[in-house]
């Protein structure tokens, strides 16, 4: 619930957290429209900019739900858990999932494309790689890791399998692939993956994702998530894989 606190912060914001200016802009802000005061070192803290300890303390929060609209933080509370009730009758269909999915996917796909070098077309086929992917998708396993060194052509070999998988008109899998390091400014200690996709797909309802993955019935296909370039995420300096 705290998440969802934050993005509506940054809904009224009308704008993301990138530098320490944009955290004493907001602060200035909210003081501005509610009369009380909250410091930039808090919102940094509530972001993830510097750890912390300790949750945000009750004043905190009735300061932050009054800058969005709401009395207090329990009245804020009180209509988020309306408004999931309202949003859990209103289920998205697996096709616009499907196209909101392959909308974001293009997003990677067409980074690697600019980063190859040379044209997708020409690179090679790793018909192994290939093989290893769909061996896997017919399997019950839940992982496939790709490891190599730099350079070698992973991203290349994940972008064309991805190309002539959005081709075949008779699949209706749902394909989430994603480049890991859009994730880097999300990164801290309550990050959470289910929930950062759920913010990326930005549907209405913010349970689209949990819908399908606690229903399995209601999938007219599988949901495949690809992270591509993991190996160059770190948080706090630690390298993630």
């Known amino acids: 619930m705290l998440e969802h606190l934050k993005s509506e912060i940054l809904k009224t914001f009308g704008q993301e957290l990138s530098y320490n200016k944009d955290c004493e802009a907001l602060a200035e802000i909210i003081c501005e429209h509610t009369g009380g005061r ?14 912390s300890p300790s949750a945000p303390s009750k004043f ?11 009395k207090s933080w329990s009245d804020f509370q009180s209509n988020y858990i309306l408004e999931e ?6 289920v998205i269909s697996w096709q616009a999932f499907r196209e909101r999915a392959c909308e974001l996917s293009n997003d990677a796909y067409n ?5 190859s070098g040379i044209p997708l077309k020409s690179a090679a086929t790793r018909k192994i790689s290939e093989n290893r992917i769909s061996n896997f998708l ?15 052509g992973k991203s290349t070999m994940l972008a064309k399998w991805y190309e002539n998988k959005i081709k075949d008109t008779s699949s209706k899998d749902v394909i989430l692939f994603f480049n890991a390091t859009f994730m880097i400014n999300c990164l801290n200690n309550d990050f959470m993956l289910e929930r950062w996709l759920e913010e990326q797909l930005n549907f209405k309802s913010k349970s689209c994702l949990k819908y399908f993955i606690d229903k399995p019935k209601a999938c007219e296909g ?11 995420v770190s948080y706090d300096n630690t390298k993630l894989v």
């Not at 905190?60 to 709401?70: F, P, V």
């Not at 009730?85 to 209103?90: A, G, H, I, R």
């Not at 980074?111 to 980063?115: E, T, V």
């Open 38 to 51: 909250i410091s930039a070192t808090t919102i940094r803290r509530l972001y993830g900019f510097l750890k």
């Open 60 to 70: 905190t929060l009735d300061l932050l739900a009054h800058y969005i609209g709401y």
């Open 85 to 90: 009730k309202v949003e859990d009758n209103s």
């Open 111 to 115: 980074l690697i494309k600019s980063q």
């Open 138 to 152: 017919h399997s019950d396993k839940m992982a496939l890791s790709f490891v190599a060194p730099g350079g070698a």
């Open 222 to 232: 599988k949901i495949i998530l690809i992270l591509d370039a993991l190996d160059e």
